[in-house]
C-alpha cells in the first residue's frame, strides 16, 4: 500500500483559494441535501494531560471524497514548547477504502475555513463590495481575507487586532499578496474598521462582542468563524436581529455558536431566525441575499464535509503536480 504524504506548505501549493471555495459550494449543497454521511465526531479526553482528540469523519458519494480528520487539543503542550493544536486529514479511496493521503491537518483546516467564508460573501455579499474589515490577525484571519478578495475586487482593507504588533505583521505579510491589495491599514479599534465596511470577518477568540452592532452600514456581509463554543461571542444581540442568518449547519451552530445561543437563550430571537443553511441557497431551495440594504451574516463552527471535500481537491492536485512523499506501508 503506498500513501502520500503532504505537509504545509505542499498542502497550501495543491488546495488553491478558488477550487477551495468551489470546493465548500459543493460540500454545502451535498450536506444541505441530505446526500453527506457526517456521523457525530467522536471525543476522547485525555484528562491527567487535560487535552482531548477529536475524530470527525465525513462521506460525500456524489464527489467519492471519504476522510477523517484527527485533532488534539492540549493546553498543556505550552510548557513542552510544542504546539496546543495537532491535526492530520487522512483521505481513503471511497471504492476500497484504502488509505490514499495523509495530509497536514492545520493548514487545511484554515484554507478550508477562509474557504467557507469565501463562499458566503461570493453568495451573499453585494457585488459592488470593495471594502473589508479583518478583526483578529492569526493564521484564520489570514484566510479569511484571502478568501474575501478572491471572491470581491477589494480595494480597501482595514484590520483590528488588541495585539497591536501583530496586526502589523499581518498587514505586512498580507499586503499585495495574490488578490489583496497593495494596502491595509491598521485600525485603532473594532468600531472603526467596521463602520463603511461592505464585509466584515471576524476571526477571534473573544467571548464578548467585538463590536457594536449598529455601527454596520446597511448592504453588509459578516462572516463569524472564531466564536465555536457556546460560552463565546463575537458579535452582539444587535447585530444577529439586523441580519438576515445563514449558517453551515444548523444542528452544529444550535450546538456550538454562542453568538447564537445566548441571543436564542435570552429570548431575542427564536430558531426561525435563521433564514437558510449555505447549502440550501447554493442549492437555489433558499433565496441568498434579496435587497442591496439587507445585513447579511454567515455563521461556521465547521463540518467534517469540509474537510473531505478539502482533502480530495487536495489529493487531486497533488497527484498531477507530484506533490508530497509517497511512502510504501
Do not use: W
Request: aromatic share 4%.
Amino acid at each position: 500500500m503506498e500513501l502520500r504524504i503532504l505537509n504545509a506548505n505542499e498542502v497550501r501549493e495543491a488546495l488553491p483559494m478558488a477550487a477551495a471555495i468551489e470546493g465548500m459550494k459543493d460540500a454545502y449543497g451535498q450536506l444541505a441535501a441530505g446526500e453527506a454521511t457526517v456521523p457525530l465526531r467522536t471525543q476522547v479526553d485525555v484528562p491527567e494531560h487535560q487535552g482531548v482528540t477529536l475524530f470527525m469523519p465525513a462521506y460525500l458519494p456524489e464527489r467519492g471524497a471519504l476522510a477523517v480528520k484527527v485533532v488534539s487539543v492540549f493546553p498543556e503542550n505550552v510548557k513542552q514548547k510544542l504546539p496546543t493544536i495537532h491535526g492530520v486529514v487522512l483521505a481513503l479511496d471511497a471504492r476500497s477504502g484504502r488509505p490514499l493521503a495523509l495530509l497536514e491537518g492545520g493548514t487545511l483546516t484554515a484554507i478550508r475555513t477562509g474557504a467557507a467564508s469565501g463562499a458566503a460573501t461570493d453568495l451573499l455579499a453585494r457585488p459592488e463590495a470593495e471594502t473589508v474589515a479583518i478583526i483578529g490577525s492569526g493564521v484564520q484571519a489570514r484566510t479569511q481575507l484571502e478568501a474575501v478578495c478572491t471572491v470581491r475586487e477589494i480595494k480597501r482593507v482595514r484590520v483590528f487586532s488588541l495585539d497591536q504588533e501583530e496586526a502589523r505583521a499581518f498587514a505586512a505579510e498580507m499586503i499585495g499578496r495574490g488578490p489583496i491589495p497593495d494596502m491595509i491599514m491598521l485600525a485603532d479599534s473594532a468600531e472603526t474598521a467596521v463602520r463603511d465596511a461592505d464585509i466584515v470577518c471576524t476571526a477571534t477568540t473573544s467571548t464578548q462582542p467585538v463590536f457594536p452592532g449598529h455601527v454596520l452600514a446597511p448592504g453588509t456581509h459578516v462572516n463569524a468563524i472564531g466564536a465555536f463554543r457556546p460560552d463565546m461571542q463575537e458579535v452582539d444581540v444587535e447585530t444577529i436581529r439586523r441580519s438576515v442568518v445563514v449558517v453551515d449547519s444548523r444542528e452544529a451552530v444550535l450546538a456550538e455558536a454562542g453568538d447564537l445561543i445566548i441571543p436564542l437563550e435570552a429570548g431575542e430571537i427564536d430558531e426561525s431566525h435563521i433564514h437558510a443553511e449555505l447549502g440550501e441557497i447554493v442549492n437555489g431551495s433558499r433565496p441568498g441575499r434579496r435587497n442591496p440594504e439587507e445585513i447579511t451574516y454567515f455563521k461556521s463552527v465547521g463540518v467534517a464535509v469540509q474537510d473531505a471535500v478539502a482533502a480530495s481537491v487536495a489529493l487531486a492536485k497533488a497527484e498531477a503536480r507530484d506533490l508530497g512523499t509517497v511512502v510504501s506501508l
